[in-house]
T-cell receptor, first 115, second 114 residues
Framework: DAGVIQSPRHEVTEMGQEVTLRCKPI?????LFWYRQTMMRGLELLIY????????DSGMPEDRFSAKMPNASFSTLKIQPSEPRDSAVYFC?????????????FGPGTRLTVL | SQKIEQNSEALNIQEGKTATLTCNYT??????LQWYRQDPGRGPVFLLL?????KEKRKERLKVTFDTTLKQSLFHITASQPADSATYLC?????????????FGQGTTLQVKP
């Protein structure tokens, strides 16, 4: 298996533009997580899905952020409009189940820079 | 609020020595703690999980302890090697519910010098 796939790997955009990050989880995994990592705040959970259904989006910072999982093999995280403070590395992770003891497999991340 | 704290200062040790990293948690009692390794420019990679009813867990040169009285987990790497240099993240359940919602610590960067 190729592992969790994320695209793009790098994104540079201007303030106010829409940004869409994409993730393909590991086949057969039932849970998908979106994280954001910055030097100041570390790794923060934004939202997670179980069986394609959003279970908890309490970490989504604002209405500018939205996430979808239309099927078991694809998810998107959208920021509209983007702001400089959204600059961070965004990780997608998947796990076999949604239990706390299940290890999470992370993708390589998307480095977002908003100018 | 629920918090996971790790030493923010980098840990520098000599090759062959044992590295010990600390993870403290406050305001909750996690059922599990997980440890991840993160290399620059890459996503975290799972290393070990320890349950609240386990005092110690080992995997090759790695050892993790879980002290629910001290609210602390220690992560040890014995016979450390330069290839062990990375950032190590501690993570715990955000709540007592059995879901995958993890809170991560800031991570401790380990540098092993030859």
């Amino acid at each position: 298996d190729a592992g969790v796939i994320q695209s793009p790997r790098h994104e540079v955009t201007e303030m106010g533009q829409e940004v869409t990050l994409r993730c393909k989880p590991i086949s057969g995994h039932n849970s998908l997580f979106w994280y954001r990592q910055t030097m100041m705040r570390g790794l923060e959970l934004l939202i997670y899905f179980n069986n394609n259904v959003p279970i908890d989006d309490s970490g989504m910072p604002e209405d500018r952020f939205s996430a979808k999982m239309p099927n078991a093999s694809f998810s998107t995280l959208k920021i509209q409009p983007s702001e400089p403070r959204d600059s961070a590395v965004y990780f997608c992770a998947s796990s076999l189940g949604g239990r706390g003891e299940d290890e999470q497999f992370f993708g390589p991340g998307t480095r977002l820079t908003v100018l | 609020s629920q918090k996971i704290e790790q030493n923010s200062e980098a840990l520098n040790i000599q090759e062959g020595k044992t590295a010990t990293l600390t993870c403290n948690y406050t305001n909750y009692s996690p059922a599990y703690l997980q440890w991840y390794r993160q290399d620059p420019g890459r996503g975290p990679v799972f290393l070990l999980l320890i349950r609240e009813n386990e005092k110690e867990k080992r995997k090759e040169r790695l050892k993790v302890t879980f002290d629910t009285t001290l609210k602390q987990s220690l992560f040890h790497i014995t016979a450390s090697q330069p290839a062990d240099s990375a950032t190590y993240l501690c993570a715990a359940l955000r709540s007592s519910s059995n879901t995958g919602k993890l809170i991560f610590g800031q991570g401790t960067t380990l540098q092993v010098k030859p």
